[in-house]
């Protein structure tokens, strides 16, 4: 295993193989979809520059998208111990060095960068989030680090602007930051090349950062769902994973992730466009949206999902039959996975951050499950001396992982499902009210989608 950081940029056989079982497992966890590869240029020094939200779990999406083998940079206290540093280096991560890891640590950075630009050079692709640390909300996190402008500009100016260096800004976007099955996608935007910046840089290196980071927060912005405003965050958020379902509906947009990043970027600038021109619409919007969501969480129920289609409602019985009548599919595949899991969700308890939850899973989840069934399968194999038993079981391990969480998928969408029935037949009057604020939401979103350039805003009683 490949652990020297002297040629962290070479090509590694080792980790090309893990590689393809972690890419596996990844679109297991977190289903992903990608966009925009056609903006990554070939034959290119490249720096990928993601939004940063879920931990580990963002520097694996990257390298889900493709057959590559990036360098990362991460911060150094995770390097502390002799054999995370050996783990993280043959996992081409580099150490950056923060003022709290010890002022005397601080020029070990100048060994780092010299290794950064080696990367770059290679045409590896060097990974940094320029936000510096992850958060839970669908927000650009400013001022973006200068770090990505301090490597950037001096590996170009050290190279006289011949490596050309180009900036991809990355567009990270999760359905769920924990839930196992939740969607991910991925937007690669257009690069940003350094090179023609080099000139402000030289004459001013503070001013050629500050325009550097200036593009890539704009490239970012482009590329991810941003919602700035942090006192309407929450009413934001609700508002457009609400609306976008009917808005791909209305316009038969094929409802994938792609198509509702799309969306949900349109609706936001749609609703900021909304509270600085008539603010008593939009303060009007997010009051109906304010109630909506507290009946909604008094019945106990998601507003996202609600109301549930008739038929979702009406084949509810025969979901929940099937759902008995593989039950003892799940119960073998409940005690099958009893340890691996149990492990997981005992140490996961403890994790204060709740954004290194999906990372911790995952990473415990590779190396468990397997190790874990390999012994469940020797013991298997004394006790049952027959070769069709074992051969059966070993096809069973790893379909039991799949139909586990896809039963309690199903479980999870049937209980909501019956929480609504159970409301509409006890809670009628909250649910009349909900639809009745779903629909005055959707109308004023309508109001505003199709809104022209032109048109004056007109105080909300006149406009009805």
């Not at 903006?39 to 940063?52: A, E, G, L, V, Y």
């Not at 001013?204 to 980071?213: D, H, I, K, M, V």
């Amino acid at each position: 295993m490949p652990t020297n950081r002297k040629y962290i940029e070479k090509w590694s056989l080792a980790y090309h193989l893990l590689k393809y079982y972690v890419d596996f497992c990844f679109n297991f966890y977190f289903p992903t979809s990608v966009s925009g590869l056609e903006n990554i240029p070939k034959d290119k020094s490249i720096i990928f520059t993601p939004n940063h939200q879920n931990a580990l779990i963002d520097a694996l999406a990257i390298l889900r998208a493709k057959t590559w083998q990036p360098v990362f940079l991460a911060r150094a206290d995770i390097f502390e111990k002799p054999l995370f540093n050996k783990i993280l280096t043959f996992l081409k991560i580099l150490p950056v060095y923060r003022i709290r890891d010890g002022y005397g640590n601080l020029q070990k950075n100048d060994e780092i960068f010299d290794k950064t630009m080696d990367v770059i050079r290679n045409k590896n692709g060097l990974c940094i989030m320029p936000e510096g640390n992850h958060g839970d909300k669908k927000r650009l996190r400013l001022p973006l680090k200068k770090g990505i402008a301090r490597i950037a500009f001096q590996t170009e100016d050290a190279s006289n602007g011949t490596i050309d260096i180009h900036i991809i800004p990355v567009g990270l976007d999760y359905t769920h930051y924990i839930r196992v099955g939740s969607s991910l996608h991925l937007r690669f935007g257009p690069p940003i090349r350094v090179k023609p910046l080099l000139v402000e840089y030289k004459k001013n290196p503070a001013t050629g950062y500050n325009l550097l980071l200036d593009l890539l927060a704009k490239g970012l912005k482009a590329e991810m769902i941003n919602i700035e405003d942090d006192k309407y965050y929450n009413s934001y958020k609700m508002i457009i994973d609400m609306f976008t379902p009917e808005y791909l509906k209305e316009k038969k947009i094929i409802n994938n992730h792609a198509n509702r990043v799309e969306t949900q970027m349109l609706l936001i600038n749609k609703m900021d466009h909304l509270k600085q021109k008539s603010p008593d619409d939009f303060l009007l919007l997010i009051a109906n949206a304010l109630e909506y969501n507290m009946l909604i969480k008094k019945m106990n129920l998601e507003p996202i999902f609600f109301p549930s289609t008739l038929s979702k409602r009406i084949g509810l019985t025969t979901t929940l039959i099937f759902a008995l009548i593989t039950l003892p599919l799940f119960i073998f595949s409940f005690i099958n996975n009893l340890i691996p899991l149990s492990i997981i969700h005992f140490f996961t308890k403890r994790i204060k951050d709740t954004q290194f939850v999906s990372t911790f899973k995952f990473v415990m989840g590779l190396l468990l499950f397997p190790i874990i069934h390999a012994i469940q399968l020797i013991v298997f194999a004394f006790i049952v001396a027959d070769l069709y038993f074992i051969i059966a079981y070993i096809i069973s391990l790893p379909l039991s992982v799949y139909f586990f969480f896809k039963w309690l998928k199903l479980i999870r969408v049937s209980f909501r499902n019956l929480r609504e029935v159970y409301c509409r037949l006890f809670n009628t009057d909250k649910i009349k009210r909900a639809q009745e604020l779903k629909i005055k939401i959707g109308k004023m979103m309508w109001l505003e989608v199709n809104r022209k350039e032109e048109e004056e805003y007109l105080p909300t009683y006149l406009s009805q």
